[in-house]
């Protein structure tokens, strides 16, 4: 009967990586490995005799799952089940990755790459942190109404420009952004996040998970005179132990993100709500039995 919400980054409290006040990762974590089964090496689902594997610890897209202990998380019984879910992962993601990673500071300047259901939540980051201007970054302009409910002071689309968009932002923020974030998976578009950074201290927060064959290039100037990369996975936050939090400071009114929620849909159309991901048509659906 407890609410809980499952983890897609476990926390076993006992690895290398748990004990590190500077990490958030886990061991015990699927993800990389993708081996698809639970600790004792097992998977829990089948269809038609044959093994399903599990997805990232967690495997919810079912009417029911099996996690590990260490991959799940009880919350606060008042809870909104369909409005928390968002902190398992989205929400949590983008908002971690300015408030934990890069730690934005109140009067300070923020661009983000890619204005989805993350890149949103980056923007709620940077706006709870104080940050005096959130530029947000999209080629799909009809999402520039959404980024500006939420924080966002100016939105930009590079296909509105004939030079580079990190030449752009340079000109409006007196030498580039103190804080960039590349919300997308474009590792062309992560090497533009970190060129629009301020050269001296700007520092750069990759959120997008790019295919796994791809790669990075720049010239090493770029960070050589004091720019900083920094990647993350799930904004930073040990799952086991600030999700709960999170899940509070909602309930507390610390920030507000029932707007990322465009889309409410049954399970068994499920696949449309991939669709209107797709075409750019909805933020985040949310899945109902």
Same mark, same amino acid.
């Given at each position: ?64 799952? @099996?996690?590990?202990?260490? !991959?799940?998380?009880?919350?606060? +019984?008042?809870?909104? #089940?369909?409005?928390?879910? /968002?902190? $398992? ?119 997008? @998970?790019?295919?796994?064959? !791809?790669?990075?290039?720049?010239? +090493?100037?770029?960070? #050589?005179?004091?720019?900083? /990369?920094? $990647?993350?996975v799930f904004g930073g936050w040990k799952s086991k132990d600030d999700v709960p939090k999170l899940v509070d400071d909602y309930i507390n009114k610390k920030f507000e ?20 991901l797709r075409k750019g048509e909805s933020i985040r659906s949310v899945v109902c039995l």
């Amino acid at each position: 009967g407890d609410k809980v919400i499952p983890l897609f980054v476990p926390q076993c409290g006992s690895c290398r990586c748990c004990k590190n006040p500077d990490s958030n990762l886990c061991y015990k974590s699927d993800i990389g490995k993708y081996s698809g089964v639970l600790l004792d090496n097992t998977t829990r689902f089948t269809c038609k005799g044959k093994p399903v594997y599990h997805f990232v610890n967690t495997s919810t897209f079912t009417e029911y799952t @099996v996690v590990d202990e260490i !991959a799940v998380a009880k919350i606060h +019984p008042d809870a909104p #089940l369909d409005k928390v879910w /968002l902190i $398992g992962c989205g929400f949590s993601t983008g908002y971690g990755s300015a408030v934990n990673i890069a730690k934005v500071k109140p009067g300070s300047s923020c661009v983000v790459f890619g204005l989805g259901g993350v890149g949103l939540s980056v923007i709620i980051g940077c706006k709870v942190a104080g940050a005096a201007k959130i530029i947000a970054v999209d080629i799909n302009c009809d999402k520039f109404a959404k980024a500006k409910e939420f924080g966002a002071t100016e939105c930009i689309n590079p296909k509105d420009y004939d030079r580079p968009i990190h030449e752009v932002l340079a000109e409006m923020t007196d030498g580039g952004v103190d804080y960039a974030f590349e919300v997308i998976g474009n590792t062309g578009v992560m090497t533009s996040a970190l060129s629009s950074s301020f050269f001296g201290c700007g520092k750069t927060v990759i959120v997008g @998970v790019a295919p796994s064959n !791809a790669t990075m290039t720049f010239d +090493p100037m770029l960070m #050589l005179t004091g720019r900083i /990369l920094h $990647g993350a996975v799930f904004g930073g936050w040990k799952s086991k132990d600030d999700v709960p939090k999170l899940v509070d400071d909602y309930i507390n009114k610390k920030f507000e993100f029932d707007g990322l929620i465009t889309h409410k849909l049954p399970l068994e159309k499920i696949n449309e709500g991939f669709e209107l991901l797709r075409k750019g048509e909805s933020i985040r659906s949310v899945v109902c039995l």
